[in-house]
């Protein structure tokens, strides 16, 4: 697989040589719905239709809104998402994550990380 990259008022998106998505928000980003549509359309547009892991560096995430949160977790949006790994800044962070995954039940593999490195190694043990 060719590693591929996408720049735009979202962040970055870096499809590696693995079939993991690199999703690194800009700073302090506030995520609305109408952000998670643009989220999820480059998503599918990097992807390809082919299946993919997702790596979300959640550290630069200041707020994600309800409505945001659905449309990320609707099964619709994610049917060719193997595993989910988020990074995440402090254990704190952990709560707000593992808060939205139960409220969400999210049906593919989703764990939390403070290393990247720990991350990339779970989500090729997924792929």
């Known amino acids: 697989m060719k590693n591929q990259t996408i720049y735009n008022k979202q962040g970055t998106f870096i499809l590696d040589e693995n079939g993991i998505i690199h999703i690194t928000p800009i700073k302090n ?9 643009e989220v999820i359309k ?3 547009l990097i992807a390809n239709d082919k299946p993919y892991a997702l790596l979300i560096d959640n550290r630069e995430v200041s707020s994600i809104d309800l409505t945001a ?3 990320f977790a609707k099964k619709s949006n994610n049917k060719n998402t193997i595993a989910v790994a988020f990074i995440i800044k402090s254990p704190l962070s952990y709560i707000v994550v593992n808060f939205f995954i139960k409220l969400n039940k999210l049906s593919k593999p989703t764990k939390f990380f403070l290393s990247t490195s720990e991350a990339i190694n779970w989500l090729k043990g997924n792929l």
């Open 42 to 44: 480059t998503v599918h």
């Open 29 to 37: 980003s506030k995520i609305t719905s109408e952000i998670a549509n």
């Open 69 to 71: 949160q659905k449309l």
